[in-house]
């Protein structure tokens, strides 16, 4: 069963415009959820992540995301895309529940963000 | 500065032909991992450590070994690469592994066998 989905291979957004990209997950218990970002021929870079408590979680490069229990998404958010957060983006769960006991990250197929002037 | 380095950044090497890549983090972490990302497969795990002397099999170890002798290095062997193991390779490390326990990245390996 697949524990974290990206449905959009690619998300395309005009600077200045909001972004989404999105995120699903299925996981049972509390889930522990991530947002890497890679920018072209850089490693992949810790955005933020939600383990409880607000919704609604502050990272880096003014991004947000939003957990929803009921939905069972972790959407990343930001209200003025720049250009230069066109990159991949990963989202990613950690959880013992797939694994021999030990807690295992892992990933969504990632998507490509790309922001146009 | 914290963070996890990896070298070489890029290596084209030919069959056969054990090669090594080297990984270190500075932040005193228990935890480390190596990945490989390929194209429409994402990111898979190929071994990670608990701690120093502990380590054990991810998703994808054929061809590759590991060994973690010092709490600051984790190495990548290749004993003898293959063609299909052309990837792009990240080390990444957490504190501990714990479910909130964040995993931070090395800038990659750029591997091709040839």
């Known amino acids: 069963a697949q524990s974290v989905a990206q449905p959009e291979d690619q998300v395309n957004v005009a600077e200045g415009n909001p972004l989404t990209v999105k995120c699903t997950y299925s996981?049972?218990?509390?889930?522990?959820l991530f947002w890497y970002v890679q920018y072209p021929n850089r490693g992949l870079q810790f955005l933020l992540k939600?383990?409880?408590?607000?919704?609604l979680v502050k990272g880096s490069y003014g991004f947000e995301a939003e957990f929803n229990k009921s939905q069972t998404s972790f959407h990343l958010k930001k209200p003025s895309a720049l250009v230069s957060d066109s990159a991949l983006y990963f989202c990613?769960?950690?959880?013992?529940?797939?694994?021999?006991?030990?807690?295992?990250?892992?990933f969504g197929a990632g998507t490509r963000l790309a922001v146009h002037p | 500065e914290a963070q996890v380095t990896q070298n070489p950044r890029y290596l084209i090497t030919v069959t056969g032909k054990k090669l090594t890549v080297t990984c270190s983090q500075n932040m005193n972490h228990e935890y480390m991992s190596w990945y490989r990302q390929d194209p429409g497969l994402g990111l898979r795990q190929i071994y990670y450590?608990?701690?120093?002397?502990?380590?054990d099999k991810g998703d994808v170890p054929e061809g590759y070994k590991v060994s973690r002798k010092e709490k600051r290095n984790f190495p990548l062997i290749l004993e003898s690469p293959s063609p299909n193991q052309t990837s792009l390779y990240f080390c990444a490390s957490s504190l501990k592994d714990r479910e909130a326990d964040t995993q931070y990245f090395g800038p990659g390996t750029r591997l091709t066998v040839l």
């Open positions: 990613a769960v950690r959880s013992n529940r797939f694994s021999g006991g030990y807690n295992k990250l892992i």
């Open positions: 996981v049972s218990g509390n889930p522990y």
């Open positions: 450590s608990m701690n120093v002397e502990v380590t």
């Open positions: 939600y383990i409880t408590g607000d919704n």
